[in-house]
T-cell receptor, first 113, second 114 residues
Framework: EPEVTQTPSHQVTQMGQEVILRCVPI?????FYWYRQILGQKVEFLVS????????KSEIFDDQFSVERPDGSNFTLKIRSTKLEDSAMYFC???????????FGPGTRLTVT | AQSVTQLDSQVPVFEEAPVELRCNYS??????LFWYVQYPNQGLQLLLK????STLVKGINGFEAEFNKSQTSFHLRKPSVHISDTAEYFC????????????WGAGTKLIIKP
């Protein structure tokens, strides 16, 4: 069964550094998302992406964040200057249609020290 | 604003006993409902979903859930749990109220006692 993949599984970085989290969505999906889960808290929506542009973003997704689909398969989340509070599990998801089922990747655990 | 409530943060249950994990939501429009499971140190896996049709939905690993529109609930059940069901379970809802973004519950940790 096709699945969403994410790399790396764990990233440790120093405060102020840039990180890029990578995702490969399911190949025929059109809608892509990033969510995050701070340890012990709810899963939170960050951003949705469709037709090569951001379709919606939450208030968490400030100027430090950006997303890109650099080629036909990868979907990346960049954090320009990481803060301690960016430490979380970041999940990528993809969906074939806007209002249906999301398939999540295994997540990238980001630890900012 | 749309919200999802999982009243129980933890549910301890003996192995082979039945379990029900509760989920209530607030929405005035038609909803899509989901249960995701997160095993220790792993990602989010879709357990089951309700999009339309029969209100009793069967998922993987012997789980099922029933959509009750009048009570705005989507409780998850399993008649006999196994130690391998130890995980955190998340209820999520999407609708036009949330612009079809997934709104998540806080999660319920299912703890299986031997």
């Amino acid at each position: 069964e096709p699945e969403v993949t994410q790399t790396p599984s764990h990233q440790v970085t120093q405060m102020g550094q840039e990180v890029i989290l990578r995702c490969v969505p399911i190949s025929n999906h059109l809608y892509f998302y990033w969510y995050r889960q701070i340890l012990g808290q709810k899963v939170e929506f960050l951003v949705s992406f469709y037709n090569n542009e951001i379709s919606e973003k939450s208030e968490i997704f400030d100027d430090q964040f950006s997303v890109e689909r650099p080629d036909g398969s990868n979907f990346t989340l960049k954090i320009r200057s990481t803060k301690l509070e960016d430490s979380a599990m970041y999940f990528c998801a993809s969906s074939a249609s806007r209002d249906r089922v999301w398939y999540f990747g295994p997540g990238t655990r980001l630890t900012v020290t | 604003a749309q919200s999802v409530t999982q009243l129980d943060s933890q549910v301890p249950v003996f192995e082979e006993a039945p379990v029900e994990l509760r989920c209530n939501y607030s929405s005035s429009v038609s909803v899509y409902l989901f249960w995701y499971v997160q095993y220790p140190n792993q990602g989010l896996q879709l357990l089951l979903k309700y999009l339309s049709g029969s209100t009793l939905v069967k998922g993987i690993n012997g789980f099922e859930a029933e959509f009750n529109k009048s009570q705005t609930s989507f409780h998850l059940r399993k008649p006999s749990v196994h130690i391998s069901d130890t995980a955190e379970y998340f209820c999520a809802v999407s609708s036009s109220d949330s612009n079809y973004q997934l709104i998540w519950g806080a999660g319920t940790k299912l703890i299986i006692k031997p």
